[in-house]
């Protein structure tokens, strides 16, 4: 069973960073389109950062200059490194990619920005 497990979330000050990571587990034949959402409190989930197989990246513009993702399709993983945390983005972060063709979530990590 093919599994995205998240890691890397916790208690931050504004100002602060954190760097999340997930792996992907399984029988994977192909994985690509990795990449991190987050949904906030009574919010809907938004877009963070997508990591193409080709290389490629997309930011939310809020994110854009504080946030880098980085994947490595060979063992499966992806990373958001997260920068000058601010408190609205106290948020649970989910890992998404396609693998065997399907679109797969994490279970999410909670980042908690307070003071």
């Known amino acids: 069973q093919v599994q995205l497990v998240e890691s890397g979330g916790g208690l931050v000050q504004p100002g602060g960073s954190l760097r999340l990571s997930c792996a992907a587990s399984g029988i994977i034949f192909s994985i690509r389109d990795m990449g991190w959402y987050r949904q906030a409190p009574g919010k809907q989930r938004e877009l963070v950062a997508t990591?193409?197989?080709?290389?490629?990246?997309n930011y939310a513009d809020s994110v854009k200059g504080r946030f880098t993702i980085s994947g490595d399709n060979a063992e499966n993983m992806v990373a958001l490194q997260m920068n000058s945390l601010k408190p609205e983005e106290t948020a649970v972060y989910y890992c998404n990619a396609v693998v065997n063709g399907k679109g797969r979530w994490g279970k999410g990590t909670r980042v908690t920005v307070s003071s």
């Open positions: 990591f193409t197989s080709g290389g490629s990246t």
